[in-house]
């Protein structure tokens, strides 16, 4: 029977209920990681929680637990529903109070939820690559702090399923800011080119370890903003997030990306993150 977590307690599935005032559920009032588990350990699950709680501060949200404390919960949560490779949701919301702007007063209890489900890695997607889209990036401007409200994420992705590609690579003008749930890279003459980390984009994990591996192998990460036109000249093209790694993405708005092929420093990198999961799971 599969378990989840609400507020402290691993309950099954089908007895897991949230209330209608859950202000989560009535103002997207919350916050959330992803996390990924590789043979039964969790990877770079500190950074995870780092970024947790720094979107909980944010937000004017104390939850009360530190990182070891979520940790303790998400392997628990793991070990009880027998999960190796999978991934697990957490989030936490400013808790249920009548409907109402403004914080309750006094304070109520945040509520903590966290399910996890099996799957396997995109193998498919890493070896051949996806396409993806272009859209105007319409977002609020605290895209730095993982919150629930995704409403322009998720019109954003679905604007990429209508154009039958996999991503949706997000521009505010003609600066490319990041994916729908990831971050971008044009890849330029052996550099790598990234939005720098501020409140335009998710300051990604996954992104961290890629600089982590560029450091290892020499290979520039150059955080700078570039335009739409830069990255579709670029040789390859990636993004990035917990789910999809390193993905590469060979085709934009129906344009091949350089020769339409996964390139050499994409793959230099899906080396790298193989070796960063061997040494960062625990
Ligand atoms: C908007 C957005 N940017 C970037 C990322 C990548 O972050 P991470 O590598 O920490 O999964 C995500 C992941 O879901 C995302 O939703």
Known sequence: MTKV????????????????????????????????????????????FERFLRSA??????????????????????????????????????????????????DVKPVIMAFAKSYDRPFEDLENGINAATVEDI???????????????????????????SEAIQHRGDIV????????YAIKDGAIYTHPVNNYILNGITRKVIKWISEDEDIPFKEETFTVEFLKNADEVIVSSTSAEVTPVVKIDGEQVGEGTVGPVTRKLQEGFNKYIETRSN
């Open 5 to 48: 977590f609400i507020n402290g307690e691993f309950i099954d599935q089908s007895e897991a209920k949230v209330s209608y005032e859950d202000r989560g559920y009535v103002f997207g009032d919350g916050i959330y990681e992803y996390i990924r588990a590789y043979d039964g350990k969790l990877f770079t699950v500190t950074e995870h």
């Open 57 to 106: 501060a944010e937000i004017q949200l104390d939850l009360g637990y530190t990182v070891e404390e979520l940790i303790d919960v998400v392997r628990e949560l793991l070990k009880v529903n027998q999960i190796k490779n999978g991934g697990i949701y957490i989030q936490a919301t400013r808790g249920v109070a009548p409907r109402n702007h403004s914080f309750p007063t006094p």
């Open 139 to 165: 977002r609020w401007l605290r895209c730095d702090i993982k919150s629930l409200n995704l409403l322009g994420n998720v019109l954003a992705k679905e604007y990429a399923v209508k154009y039958n590609t």
């Open 177 to 184: 800011t990041e994916g729908a749930s990831s971050n971008v």
